[in-house]
């Protein structure tokens, strides 16, 4: 069993930035890959981002590539998101998850997954 536990969402103006954090605990957090969804009210979740346990590759959804950035420091069982040039069109409750998915961008490949975190991108 792994928990995650999401952290720095809020609201932010557009153009600006945040740095959401995913803390995990329970069984080992380097044998699992990580990513970032999010979910705005009336659409369905979406992919982010992702980050591969073997080599930390990471992927990117076209919407939020060069604008987004993943990582994870093992040591300290987190992951992280940066997000700068903040679009309205972000504003949405972010998620972390943990699995080994055969397709990266797939909810359905994920075990583990954190509440959530509100971004609102709004001047």
């Known amino acids: 069993q792994v928990e995650l536990m999401e952290s720095g969402g809020g609201m932010v103006q557009p153009g600006g930035s945040l740095r959401l954090s995913c803390a995990a605990s329970?069984?080992?957090?380097?044998?699992?890959?990580m990513g970032w969804f999010r979910q705005a009210p009336g659409k369905e979740r979406e992919f982010v981002a992702f980050i591969n346990w073997i080599d930390g590759s990471t992927y990117y959804a076209d919407s939020v590539k060069g604008r987004f950035t993943i990582s994870r420091d093992n040591a300290k069982n987190t992951v992280y998101l940066q997000m700068n040039s903040l679009k309205s069109e972000d504003t949405a409750v972010y998620y972390c998850a943990a699995g080994r998915p055969s397709l990266a961008t797939a909810s359905w490949g994920y075990d583990y997954w954190g509440q959530g975190t509100q971004v609102t991108v709004s001047s």
């Open positions: 329970g069984r080992t957090f380097s044998n699992y890959a």
